[in-house]
């Protein structure tokens, strides 16, 4: 079995046809016959509500009829149904609270153990079907501290809205990375449908978050405080002190590994063992010169500070026992996986396993990752970031197709990405694409944003991949790909941006290209989709610059990671 990855599609697309195993868990198709019916039932509800809305509208300045929530939401019928046991009026954050708490119920229901199901999948089904579990996972724990958080105030208004925003996005970008996974494996069936119901939860959660939040629209750095909760102050002061500079003698080293035996251990997973579960206390990893061939991963509760000796001597490069016919999920072919929040990595190459077609080199799901000086050395679908908030700069990272991919805020800042070759010989595969962006919902505040940074052909390859590149393909229904201030080679295609299949996506994505440069810039002869842009008003780019979008004053200052928080040229 070989994998395509870019003929997959979107689950939206997916879900008549892979209906293979429905038979097999009966509750999970039950579901989704349940939503359908809601709709059904909750349309006549909504209309005889309907004539009421105008009569409410002066309620309080923070009570809003439930009718005036749910009409926000994509699918008015099922919000209705779901907080009308809230009330007819409530505090908005009332109902927020009431739609996080249903998607929690719903998404519990999913996780719970199925040992029925379990005992009928094949391997590669119940490998992914573990991955899912742990993706669905980490949407469970950040919707419980949601829903704690929720409890806590009273007002909306009082929340970190950008936080509150994010972490609702993610628990969306989880689940849908789940069901992306099942789908590349022919698998829908094993988890998709049951996972439809939360999906649409959170939708109708983000929804009215984001339409009653007044967002502020400057950049004021809030909560300064908490800055110095992620590193002490002692470590703070020498990471400091050590900005810009890129040997590592001076750290604060707790931990060092090195394969001469010269450090405290000889490989990084055994470090990491050693590392304090320890939200509070960072764990300081040098990882001494040396190729790594392992997989490592980052776990969930650690904090992880990582450095090596630069890109090209530190290497992680993913395990060589694993048999590369076998086909695994892209979860467990990830060289370095990240899990624990607050990653900071410095001066460290990350190889994507060789021959595992569609292998990350680097996978990515947790919240402030930072990464600086990296090489990413990948094929097909190099760096994964799944979700959360991610920021790259002065990185290499390498590829031919969906070198980015997933469903997360990241900017990527003065870096080099570099096209390689496609190994295909069926001429329509040969094309090439960066970004593989998968927003799924039009509320969720995920995009990939390319700022100040170079995108070329390898130089042994220019020739072959002259105009082979799309900066971009409609992956999702809302995929969103900024590329601003940054130069583009020939390799980039005339039209700049392909379709991923039919039509879809193109009129909803958001593709922008600003202030660019270089032989592939010209936009000319771009596609005329509603979906693409040229701009050249700099007040519409200032919220994709990177203290905008990412909130990086909030929680990259000081942390040793040199960062353009605004644009790049000054005018
Ligand atoms: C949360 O959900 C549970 C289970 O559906 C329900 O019993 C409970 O009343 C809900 N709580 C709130 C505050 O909505
Ligand atoms: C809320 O939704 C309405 C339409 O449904 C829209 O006009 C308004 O701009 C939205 N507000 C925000 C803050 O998104
Ligand atoms: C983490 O470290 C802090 C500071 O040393 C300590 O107060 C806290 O109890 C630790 N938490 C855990 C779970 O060990
Ligand atoms: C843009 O990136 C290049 C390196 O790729 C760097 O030399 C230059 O200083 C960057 N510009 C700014 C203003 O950061
Ligand atoms: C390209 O793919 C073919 C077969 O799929 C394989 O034999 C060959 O080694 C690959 N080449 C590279 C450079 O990966
Ligand atoms: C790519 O093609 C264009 C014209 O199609 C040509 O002007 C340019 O020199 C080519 N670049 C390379 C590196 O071959």
């Known amino acids: 079995m070989t994998l395509n990855y870019q003929r997959f599609g979107s689950y939206h697309n997916k879900m ?5 195993s429905k038979e097999k868990e009966g509750m999970v198709l039950n579901i989704a016959i349940m939503v359908v019916s809601m709709i059904a039932i909750a349309m006549v509800t909504v209309s005889v509500v309907a004539h009421i809305d105008g009569s409410k509208q002066d309620a309080g300045k923070n009570v809003k009829t439930l009718l005036s929530v749910c009409t926000k939401t994509e699918e008015p019928e099922i919000c209705f149904r779901v907080l009308k046991h809230v009330g007819e009026t409530a505090t908005v954050l009332n109902y927020v609270k009431a739609a996080i708490n249903a998607t929690l119920t719903e998404l519990l229901f999913v996780i719970r153990p199925k040992p029925r199901l379990e ?5 590669l089904q119940q490998e992914s079907y573990k991955d899912c579990l742990e993706l669905l996972s980490l949407g469970k724990e950040e919707l419980e501290s949601l829903y704690l958080m929720a409890n806590f105030y009273v007002d909306l208004s009082e929340l970190n809205l950008d936080d509150l925003l994010n972490s609702l996005s993610a628990v969306i970008s989880y689940q849908h990375a789940c ?9 829908y069936g094993v988890l998709g449908y049951s996972l439809q119901v939360p999906i649409l939860l959170t939708r109708i959660a983000l929804a009215i978050v984001d339409n009653f939040s007044e967002r502020p629209n400057s950049r004021e750095p809030r ?14 002061k020498m990471i400091e002190s050590n900005q810009g500079d890129n040997g590592g003698e001076q750290w604060p080293i707790n931990v060092v590994v090195a394969q001469d035996g010269s450090g405290h251990f000889s490989t990084i997973a055994d470090s990491l063992n050693a590392c304090p579960k320890n939200k509070t206390i960072a764990c300081v990893i040098y990882v001494k010169r040396g190729k790594y061939e392992e997989r490592v991963v980052i776990p969930k509760g650690v904090k992880v500070f990582m450095y090596g000796d630069g890109p090209a001597h530190t290497i992680v490069s993913g395990t060589n026992t694993r048999d590369p016919r076998i086909v695994t999920t892209s979860f467990r072919a990830a060289t370095f996986v990240v899990m624990g929040k607050g990653f900071i990595c410095k001066d460290m190459g990350f190889t994507a396993p060789a021959d595992i077609t569609g292998a990350p080199a680097l996978l990515v799901l947790s919240d402030h990752a930072a ?19 991610q920021f790259y700069r002065d990185c290499e990272i390498l590829g031919s197709v969906d070198i980015i991919k997933g469903d997360s805020a990241t900017v990527i800042q003065n870096s080099q990405i570099i096209l390689k070759p496609r190994n295909s010989s069926d001429l329509v595969l040969r094309r090439n694409v960066m970004s593989a962006q998968s927003r799924l919902d039009k509320y969720q505040t995920t995009g990939l944003v390319i700022q100040n940074c170079t995108i070329t052909a390898q130089k042994e390859s220019m020739n072959t991949l002259n105009a082979t590149t799309y900066l971009g ?7 969103r790909t900024i590329i601003m201030e940054s130069f583009l080679g020939d390799v980039i295609h005339p039209k700049g941006w392909c379709k991923w299949s039919d039509n879809y996506g193109i009129e909803t994505a958001t593709f922008w290209e600003f202030d660019n440069r270089g032989p ?3 936009t000319d002869k771009r596609v005329k989709w509603n979906g693409y842009s040229t701009i050249f008003e700099r007040n519409q780019m200032v919220s994709y610059t990177v203290g905008r979008f990412l909130q990086a004053d909030q929680w990259l200052l000081n942390r040793g990671i040199p960062y353009e928080s605004g644009f790049v040229v000054l005018k």
């Open 223 to 236: 909560r300064l405080e908490e800055f110095a909760r992620w590193f002490s102050e002692r470590e703070r």
């Open 119 to 123: 005992r009928s999948l094949t391997l």
């Open 16 to 20: 008549d046809s892979d209906n293979y």
């Open 371 to 389: 990464f600086f000086n990296c090489k990413i050395d990948g094929n097909e679908g190099t760096l994964y970031a799944v979700a959360q908030r």
């Open 473 to 479: 393909s409609p992956y999702s229904e809302y995929s």
């Open 520 to 522: 592939g810039a010209r």
């Open 179 to 187: 069901t992306d996974e099942l789908i590349r494996i022919n698998s």
